[in-house]
């Protein structure tokens, strides 16, 4: 008997909670079901079985001169399927308040296919012209209302900046500018040698981004223009190959615009960022061992860094049809080297990056896609060339470059519920 009405005085608060605010919680659960079959003419770089597709391997000749990587394969998955729980709660701090946990069957590491894993987890404290976020989301530099709209897992990359962070973000509104500010750790998407790097400098990554939006009288016309500025301090190893303590950094900066036009009939977007170090966005790029003859740092091990800078632009334009869509995507990243010499660079020990003897890589991606009901279904076609050089200079540009090209056929089928 004591047991329960010890019970019952438990649950009288979470009661009387329920009959004070009947309304205050909700539960939206939604997401889709996603089939992609794709072929492919030449071996990729790509993860998960070939659905997040960057660009084509480089040639491999076998010891009779004949290429091993032109070789076509085709793949069925089913593993970007996604799951979209929204929840929204009592004010709190005199703010209204929501929460979101997202996840997907990609996995979160190469070989994890069909696994569950995390795409995004935080909650968002929301006043009149305030949003605090706090949780895992999109780096500052992936703009959800300025991006491809293309039907490939890899959502625009290496072109296009894709990184999700724990992160704190502030959005500020004014009239129509928003303010945004994103302070951020690494963990799924990480720099070289995985997320110790930032954690070893102590300071968490910071993105700024500035939007102005203008949306007709009508809401038939949009207008976004936006820039983008993002910091980063890497501490890359704490002890050096001979086993002495390190602490030496690397400074990382890039930025970002971005354009949308959208109407009635098409929507247009463009975006370009240069950078430096971006590989945790999937993007080519990273750091090396900066050039020394210091006798002192060459006995110890101890290098400095330098950054490897990268230039990647895009273009989507789409019809706007409420049952037929049709699109092209077209992307282009440039290998730019660094700004400073590099150790012994023709050693690839000396580099910490992707696509260390890439020069440029480009795409071009034309898509329709059929709307009835609940389903989506469209192909896509893309079209990739990267150019592979022979050699790098000291500065890390790519020479002697010679185009290797891939052609990837998709056909992909969603039910969104």
């Known amino acids: 008997m004591k047991r329960f009405i010890f019970l019952i005085l438990m649950c009288l608060p979470i009661l009387s909670?329920?009959?004070?605010?009947?309304?205050?919680?909700?539960?939206?659960?939604?997401?889709?079901?996603?089939?992609?079959?794709?072929f492919d003419t030449h071996k990729t770089l790509s993860l998960r079985e070939g659905a997040f597709y960057l660009y084509p391997e480089n040639v491999k000749l076998d010891k009779e001169g004949v290429d091993i990587n032109a070789h076509a394969s085709f793949n069925i998955l089913a593993?970007?399927?996604?799951?979209?729980?929204?929840?929204?709660?009592?004010?709190a701090f005199g703010a209204k308040t929501s929460a979101v946990v997202e996840g997907d069957f990609f996995g979160s590491q190469e070989g994890g296919s069909n696994g569950f894993r995390m795409r995004y987890a935080y909650c968002k404290m929301s006043w009149s012209n305030t949003d605090v976020i706090f949780g895992q989301t999109d780096h500052?530099?992936?703009?959800?209302?300025?991006?491809?709209?293309?039907?490939?897992?890899?959502?625009?990359?290496?072109?296009?900046?894709?990184?999700?962070?724990?992160?704190?973000?502030?959005?500020?509104?004014l009239d129509n500018f928003r303010f945004l500010l994103s302070i951020m750790s690494q963990r799924?998407?990480?720099?070289?040698?995985?997320?110790?790097?930032?954690?070893?400098?102590?300071?968490?990554?910071?993105?700024?981004?500035?939007?102005?939006?203008?949306?007709?009288?009508?809401?038939?016309?949009?207008?976004?223009?936006?820039?983008?500025?993002?910091?980063?301090?890497?501490?890359?190893?704490?002890?050096?190959?001979?086993?002495?303590?390190?602490n030496t950094n690397l400074n990382n900066y890039a930025f970002q615009g971005f354009f949308k036009y959208h109407c009635k009939a098409i929507t247009l977007k463009l975006e370009a960022t240069y950078g430096q170090n971006l590989f945790d966005q999937g993007m080519l790029g990273g750091y090396a061992y900066k050039y020394t003859t210091d006798s002192t740092i060459l006995a110890r091990g101890d290098f400095n860094y330098t950054p490897l800078n990268t230039l990647a632009a895009w273009m989507d334009i789409a019809t706007n049809g409420k049952k037929v869509q049709f699109g092209i995507f077209g992307g282009y990243t440039k290998n730019m080297g660094s700004l400073s010499n590099i150790f012994d660079w023709n050693n690839s020990t000396s580099f910490f990056a992707r696509g260390r003897t890439i020069d440029y890589?480009?795409?071009?991606?034309?898509?329709?896609?059929?709307?009835?009901?609940?389903?989506k279904m469209g192909l896509e076609g893309d079209y990739s060339v990267a150019g592979y050089g022979t050699s790098v200079n000291s500065l890390g540009e790519v020479q002697g470059v010679k185009a290797v090209a891939n052609i990837r056929l998709m056909y992909s089928v969603y039910y969104i519920f």
């Open 17 to 38: 909670m329920a009959q004070e605010q009947p309304s205050s919680f909700g539960i939206h659960l939604s997401g889709f079901v996603k089939n992609d079959f794709f």
């Open 79 to 91: 593993i970007y399927s996604r799951l979209h729980l929204a929840l929204t709660g009592p004010e």
């Open 140 to 173: 500052g530099f992936f703009n959800t209302d300025c991006m491809p709209e293309i039907m490939a897992v890899n959502t625009g990359a290496p072109y296009q900046p894709l990184s999700r962070n724990p992160q704190i973000k502030v959005v500020q509104r």
């Open 188 to 246: 799924d998407f990480a720099s070289w040698g995985g997320s110790d790097a930032l954690r070893n400098a102590t300071l968490p990554e910071l993105n700024l981004c500035i939007k102005y939006n203008h949306l007709s009288a009508d809401s038939n016309r949009e207008i976004l223009i936006g820039a983008g500025a993002d910091y980063k301090i890497l501490v890359p190893r704490l002890v050096t190959d001979s086993n002495l303590v390190t």
């Open 361 to 375: 890589v480009y795409r071009v991606s034309p898509r329709v896609v059929f709307i009835s009901g609940k389903m």
